[in-house]
Nanobody, 123 residues
Framework: VQQVESGGGLVPPGGSLRLSCAAS????????MTWFRQAPGKEREGVAS????????TYADYVKGRFTISQDNAKSTVYLQMNDLKPRDTAMYYC??????????????????WGQGTQVTVS
């Protein structure tokens, strides 16, 4: 699986962005597609995940109610709609794909397929 992220940028606090992750091999629809982020000097952390078969979603507590992950199977694309952005959301955002152990989704080491990242700056 290969992914290409897009949609990052500079927005003021309270603003919105929609990130896109275009993936190959999406027809093998049993992957977790997960957005991670990494701020300078911090560890990579899971933001939101969607299971491509069935569309089950999971969110980190700090984005619940503000971010929405979705997928368009026809376009082999996963989206992350980010609303009410805060300065602490500033980070490089990565799209990852794999089949993590059951019951987990937010451990970066469980993912072997990564995009190049897209920068989100809230200021």
């Amino acid at each position: 699986v290969q992914q290409v992220e897009s949609g990052g940028g500079l927005v003021p606090p309270g603003g919105s962005l929609r990130l896109s992750c275009a993936a190959s091999r999406y027809t093998d629809s049993r992957y977790c597609m997960t957005w991670f982020r990494q701020a300078p000097g911090k560890e990579r952390e899971g933001v939101a995940s969607i299971f491509t078969r069935g569309g089950t979603t999971t969110y980190a507590d700090y984005v619940k109610g503000r971010f929405t992950i979705s997928q368009d199977n026809a376009k082999s694309t996963v989206y992350l709609q980010m609303n009410d952005l805060k300065p602490r959301d500033t980070a490089m955002y990565y799209c990852a794909a794999d089949r993590p152990p059951f019951g987990t989704w937010d451990t970066a080491d469980d993912y072997n397929y990564w995009g190049q990242g897209t920068q989100v700056t809230v200021s």
